[in-house]
């Protein structure tokens, strides 16, 4: 019976071992037809402690996902069964992907992931061998090929290499190439590890990080159960940047360890010769210490280096700097900038500090941090900084810190929390100074609420330049709130500004405090999502102070400002000067919209500058102020002479222009008698706001005098003096100024030019007037105008007149002369003061007239004579009226003759009368002087003497007469009667339009000749009671008593 089971059991068995392949490939077909794996594969051999496979295809055999070309698996008994102690794979290939955070073999996940097991896992103990094995897994971000190669106990003993290899990987907007890892992994008492590289050629992401040549060396070991792990490693790297940031090189040490869901690590990192926009720094080191289980907490002690300005800082310092040249700004960011780069060279940062999140809270508390200079001062220091943030809340923020350092501000700062829960941060600069200018920020207080938003006040006090000149004792209060849904409101009640002294340009205001208001509800400065804007006004403005050494006075209305918007000032006056000679500016109004440029309209504008006797009235016109430079366009005034009596009568000007830019005022205007309408000069004025230089060209390119237009239109000057003139009159004139005072000068010239004087119609004038004071109105010495002739009752031709206007409008002849009838008529030198109510002389001289030419002259067809006269006529004018001052005329020896035929000649009358006129009819004379008197308004006298006289040639005589001309015998005759040609003549001094044209009256022809009285008309037939009664004489002079 045991015989026959011992020979079944070696049947049973001998049949096994024969039919060993056959049943190995049953059981390893159904055990992969159990999990559903498609698999293709030869058994090379079975045997009792080695089974052999090959050709092994896991998955589709066109796209396999894994191939072994030979798999040896060693057997060893173990109880209950048989174990597998060693396998060795020969040239695996195992392909997969990772998509969408999930890892797949394809057909093998049902084998590595299919099981149901909590245990933890526990590498396998038994020897394993490698060879040539190579992995492809294919991801989103790119392939990765793997190879690995080894041997030995998976519990304790195995070693091998392993290589990972990835050309091109792509995260988002990052790029990585050349990521490599080559190391040697091993086995030791149930811990895997590896050491060796992970190397990364190049990453770079679209605005974030990029590096260059980075590199870690790695020492990891995994836990036995494969749940936790620890390792080092070593940091370096060639260059890393961060959007406009770089770090020429960056490396490090680490050691990291997760257990139990909890990380922790050490760390000692640096970043070497960092650059970036505002910052640089030799180097930057942070150690310490890191924890992560629910939340993370790192904490950290930083290190750093000279660290200074960046370019980008440095350049926006310079910027600054430059921007605000001549500014008290200027000079202080200048210093500021020099400070930074000196003291950074050689500086240090030391500072730690602890980083908490869980959640949404973060926190990070710094007890510490200081920034040393080279010099070893304190730059900058903080202490028991805390900030944290708590999701949607505003971050809030604790500490102090301070700043200081040679050339540096020295600030100090406190940030705390409330009374009421709010973060208060109170601070204060002293004063900081560069140059001329002071900075100082006395206090402010800036509050946060629950709710974020600020409130802060304070003051600044300043001194020194600002654009344009310079401010003493400034003083300033800041006073606002910001918050992010209402933005930034700066002075929402009426503001103080004081200054000891503020200095624009030449312009230097003294002590004076201003109160700014802003609009009701409102504030002065608003800035938020619709922009900024500014609203600002006072009732009234009041200052003093000087413009150059000039004494100055402002003194406005409401005044209103927004911006953008509008800007109002009414009633602005200006007085410049002593108070008791001051120049005035007043304007009743400005107006203006306020945009990307202001531009507005003025009006009610006087100016009257007390230097410049001119006027500028009633001035309105348009403005406009853009690019620093203020425009006026369509400007209209009335220019008027400030002195009474005025030297011309008012100007009136339309469409001037004024320009006001880098300091410089240009401006034209085309002056107009506002009567005629007619253009009198153009005007092109040039200032310099600086030096207080300028001048005025006037150019008078014609003005035609006639019907429409005549000199006393002009000035007031020429009344009483000509009228009705004809004629056109160009010049040129220049007035300049500067600090030492007002200079003028010009020239005027007329071809031709007639006019009625007081002596009578003139034609003819011609010459140049030249003016070394033009607004005083001074010529220079002897000038000299041609007279083609003028006709005081008889013509006058062909003479000049010299003369000069003295300081004080005094007119002094300095001589006249014509020919007149065979000898001259001359103006005597003399002085009067035109604009003065004085007597005025003036003395005509006559010399050498011949009295036949004469009488031919005048036309005096009754009357002839003969001889050669010379003499003087003195003309007085004063309130009164004008009057011959004892003017005479005498008769140069041996005399002459005087012949007079008229109605008395042939009358009956008494002997000696008879006897008289007979003489007349032909008298000659040794010598004979006429004497001229009385009132030009009323009547004048002439007395006439003859002496050494005797009947002339062709007289009548008998013995009578023979008898009486042995006697001596003297004529004298006394004239009186109206000169009312000579009236009209010289009442014209007052009123020359009272002169007629002597052509419009018919008493001289075009020629200018005496026109010929014509025949008297027949008489009437002598009545009785015409005839005169016994007491009448002929002539009422007969019966005067004679001298």
């Known amino acids: ?23 190995a490939a049953d059981f390893i077909t159904g055990q992969l037809d159990r999990l559903g794996v498609q698999a293709r594969y030869t058994i090379e051999s079975i045997g009792p402690r080695e089974q052999v496979l090959s050709h092994i295809v896991i998955g589709d055999p066109a796209r396999p996902d894994l191939t072994i070309e030979r798999l040896e698996v060693e057997i060893e008994p173990r109880w209950p069964l048989v174990g597998i102690s060693a396998i060795r794979a020969v040239r695996p290939r195992l392909y997969g992907s990772y998509r969408n955070g999930k890892l797949s073999f394809g057909a093998l996940d049902k084998l590595l992931f299919g099981g149901t097991s909590k245990e933890p896992f526990r590498l396998p103990d038994m020897d394993a061998g490698v060879e040539d094995a190579r992995a492809l897994i294919e991801s989103d971000y790119g392939p990765v090929g793997i190879k690995l190669q080894g041997a030995g106990n998976l519990r304790s003993g195995f070693k091998g290499i392993v290589a990972a290899n990835a050309p091109q990987l792509a995260y988002g907007t990052c790029r990585a190439q050349r990521a490599t890892l080559y190391g040697a992994i091993g086995v030791d008492n149930v811990q895997p590890g590896f050491t060796g590289p992970l190397r990364l050629g190049a990453l770079a992401c679209d605005g974030g990080p990029a590096l260059q040549g980075a590199g870690l060396q790695l020492d990891a070991t995994l836990d036995r159960d494969f749940r936790g792990f620890e390792g080092s490693g070593g940091l370096t790297g060639d260059a890393l940047a961060w959007g406009g940031n770089r770090a020429a090189g960056f490396g490090g040490t680490g050691r990291v360890a997760w257990r139990k869901g909890a990380l922790t690590a050490q760390y000692d990192l640096a970043l070497e010769r960092i650059a970036t926009p505002q910052l640089a720094l030799a180097r930057l080191g942070l150690k310490g210490s890191a924890r992560m289980r629910q939340g993370l907490e790192v904490q950290a002690d930083v290190a750093g280096a000279g660290i200074r300005p960046g370019p980008g800082l440095d350049r926006a310092l310079g910027g600054y700097a430059r921007a605000a040249s001549g500014t008290l700004l200027g000079p202080m960011l200048a210093q500021i900038r020099t400070a930074l780069a000196r003291e950074g060279r050689g500086s240090a940062l030391s500072a730690n500090l602890t980083l908490r999140r869980t959640g949404k809270t973060m926190s990070l508390v710094m007890p510490e941090g200081r920034l040393r200079g080279s010099g070893g001062d304190t730059l900058l220091a903080v202490s028991n900084l805390q900030l944290s943030e708590a999701g949607a809340a505003p971050p809030r923020f604790a500490g102090n810190f301070s700043t200081g350092g040679t050339g540096l501000p020295r600030i100090a700062g406190r940030m705390e929390r409330g009374a009421k829960g709010e973060l208060l941060l109170r601070m204060r600069m002293a004063e900081y100074r560069a140059g001329r200018g002071t900075l100082e920020l006395p206090e402010l207080v800036v509050a946060q609420g629950t709710g974020g938003k600020l409130g802060f006040a304070g003051r600044v006090r300043a001194s020194g330049a600002i654009p344009g000149g310079e401010a003493r004792g400034l003083t300033l209060p800041i006073q606002g709130s910001w918050s992010s849904a209402a933005g930034l409101a700066l002075w929402n009640r009426c503001t103080a500004v004081a200054f000891d002294r503020l200095t624009l340009s030449s312009l230097a205001l003294d002590r004076r405090s201003l109160t700014l208001c802003p609009p009701t509800g409102g504030a002065i400065l608003r800035s938020d999502a619709g922009g900024t804007r500014i609203a600002a006004g006072a009732p009234s403005l009041e200052l003093s102070g000087h413009l150059g050494e000039t004494p100055l006075r402002l003194a406005t209305g409401p005044v209103g400002l927004a911006w953008p918007g509008n800007l109002v000032a009414r009633n602005i006056e200006v007085g410049l000067g002593a108070t008791d000679a001051p120049s005035q500016f007043r304007i009743a109004a400005i107006d203006a919209k306020i945009a990307s440029q202001i531009a507005g309209h003025f009006s009610g504008t006087d100016v009257l500058l007390y230097a410049v006797p001119l006027d500028v009235l009633g001035a309105q016109g348009n403005w406009r102020f853009a690019d620093g430079r203020l425009e006026l366009t369509g400007g209209a005034f009335t220019l008027q002479d400030r002195t009474r009596p005025g ?19 240009v401006a034209h205007a085309d002056l107009r008698n506002p009567k005629s309408d007619r ?4 005007a092109d004025i040039a200032h310099d706001l600086g030096s207080g230089t300028g001048h005025a060209d006037l150019a008078v390119p014609g003005i035609l005098f006639d019907g429409t237009l005549q000199p006393n239109m002009l000035t007031g000057l020429a009344l009483g003096v000509v009228a009705d003139v004809k004629g056109t ?4 004139g220049r007035i300049d100024w500067n600090a030492q005072g007002v200079t003028s000068h010009g020239s005027f010239t007329t071809d031709k030019l007639d006019f009625a004087a007081a002596f009578g119609p003139v034609e003819g004038v011609a010459g140049t007037i030249r003016f070394t004071d033009l607004l005083g109105l001074v010529t220079a010495p002897d000038q000299r ?5 003028f006709n005081p009752g008889i013509a006058v031709d062909s003479g000049a007149l010299r003369y000069q206007i003295e300081p004080g409008y005094r007119m002094v002849v300095l001589g006249g002369s014509w020919p007149f009838v065979g000898g001259t008529l001359e103006l005597q030198p003399t002085a009067t003061v035109l604009t003065a109510p004085e007597e005025r002389r003036f003395t005509i001289r006559l010399t ?23 003499g003087t006529v003195p003309l007085v004018f004063d309130q009164n009226g004008g009057r011959i001052d004892n003017g005479t005329l005498t008769a140069r020896p041996p005399g002459g003759n005087i012949a007079y035929v008229g109605a008395l000649t042939y009358e009956d009358m008494s002997p000696m009368a008879n006897y008289a006129f007979a003489m007349l009819k032909s008298l000659d004379y040794r010598a004979m002087e006429i004497s001229l008197g009385g009132s030009l308004s009323g009547e004048i006298v002439t007395h006439v003497r ?25 004529f004298n005759v006394n004239i009186r009667a109206p000169f009312y040609q000579l009236i009209g003549n010289l009442k014209s001094m007052y009123d020359p339009a009272y002169v007629r044209d002597p052509k419009a009256l018919g008493l001289i022809d075009a020629n200018g000749r005496i026109v010929q009285n014509p025949a008297p008309p027949p008489l009437p037939a002598v009545k009785p009671e015409d005839l005169p009664q016994a007491d009448d004489t002929i002539q009422r002079p007969e019966s005067e008593p004679m001298p």
Request: charged content about 15%; overall charge positive; glycine content about 8%.
């Open 785 to 789: 105008i041609t007279i083609q002739s």
């Open 1 to 23: 019976m045991a015989a026959a089971l011992a020979l079944l059991v070696v049947a049973g068995l001998s049949w096994a071992w024969l039919s060993r392949e056959r049943l």
């Open 647 to 665: 030297r011309f009568e008012p100007l009136a000007a339309r469409d001037a222009t004024l320009t006001l830019a880098d300091n410089r005022i």
């Open 946 to 970: 003859f002496d050494g006289i005797r009947q002339g040639a062709g007289t009548s005589k008998n013995i009578l007469t023979r008898q009486i001309a042995k006697l001596p015998i003297r």
């Open 729 to 732: 009159v160009t010049g040129t």
């Open 679 to 682: 253009l009198v000069t153009t």
């Open 848 to 870: 050498g007239v011949d009295a036949a030419q004469f009488i031919a002259r005048m036309g005096l067809a009754n009357l002839s004579a003969t001889g050669i006269f010379d």
